[in-house]
Structure formats: structure tokens, C-alpha cells
Nanobody, 126 residues
Framework: QVQLVESGGGLVQAGGSLRLSCAASGRTFSRYAMGWFRQAPGKEREFVAAISRGGDRTYYADSVTGRFTISRDNAKNTVDLQMNSLKPEDTAVYYC???????????????????WGQGTQVTVSS
């Protein structure tokens, strides 16, 4: 079991940067691949980025490739999302999620991620 708490959201102007952090409880954090998802008002939750259990592999949605970077520190039980060159369309509630499946694959669908944080609001003004 792992509990996740996101932080770092806020209001930023277009072109600015934010760094989201997700802190995980428990001693099994390194057994989980981790993902970031987001949900804008009136839209479905969408995949943003994922990172493997050891942090050696990452995968990004096309919409954030080149602007966002996911990273993790297994010693500190944290996974971060550095967001640069933010756009108004990045406005959403951002969630971190843990995937405990026994596979090395990284998944973009929210189903299968079995632990979720409460979310943190990111608002990008134009």
C-alpha cells in the first residue's frame, strides 16, 4: 500500500515554469512505476508522463514532450514533474499515480494505476 500527496501547484503566466512534487508513504515506493495525469474541467483525465521503477525510462504525452520532465528519487520516496514553457491549455488538476503491476512497461491509461493522490491545481494564465 502506498499513499501519495502532491504539492507545488499554483498560478503561473504562460511561458513560466512550475515544479510539482509527489511524496509517497511506505517502504515499497521503488516497486511502483509512477505516472502523472491531469484533468481539465469538462474533460477526461489524460496521461502526462510516466517513469519506470528505477527511474531509467520515461515516457511523455506528445503535448508535453520537450517541455515537461519527470524524475524520481527512490531514497526520498518522491516523484517530480518539472513543467517549463507552460501554456494555458496545461491548466488542469494534476495527479500522481502509482502502478504496481509486475511489468517493466510504462502505461498511459489510468486504469491499472492503483494508487492516486488527491491532485494539485495548476492554472496557466494567458
Amino acid at each position: 500500500q502506498v499513499q501519495l500527496v502532491e504539492s507545488g501547484g499554483g498560478l503561473v503566466q504562460a511561458g513560466g515554469s512550475l515544479r510539482l512534487s509527489c511524496a509517497a508513504s511506505g517502504r515499497t515506493f521503488s516497486r511502483y512505476a509512477m505516472g502523472w495525469f491531469r484533468q481539465a474541467p469538462g474533460k477526461e483525465r489524460e496521461f502526462v508522463a510516466a517513469i519506470s521503477r528505477g527511474g531509467d525510462r520515461t515516457y511523455y504525452a506528445d503535448s508535453v514532450t520537450g517541455r515537461f520532465t519527470i524524475s524520481r528519487d527512490n531514497a526520498k520516496n518522491t516523484v517530480d514533474l518539472q513543467m517549463n514553457s507552460l501554456k494555458p491549455e496545461d491548466t488542469a488538476v494534476y495527479y500522481c499515480a502509482a502502478d504496481g503491476r509486475s511489468t517493466t512497461a510504462l502505461f498511459t491509461r489510468s486504469i491499472g494505476y492503483d494508487h492516486w493522490g488527491q491532485g494539485t491545481q495548476v492554472t496557466v494564465s494567458s
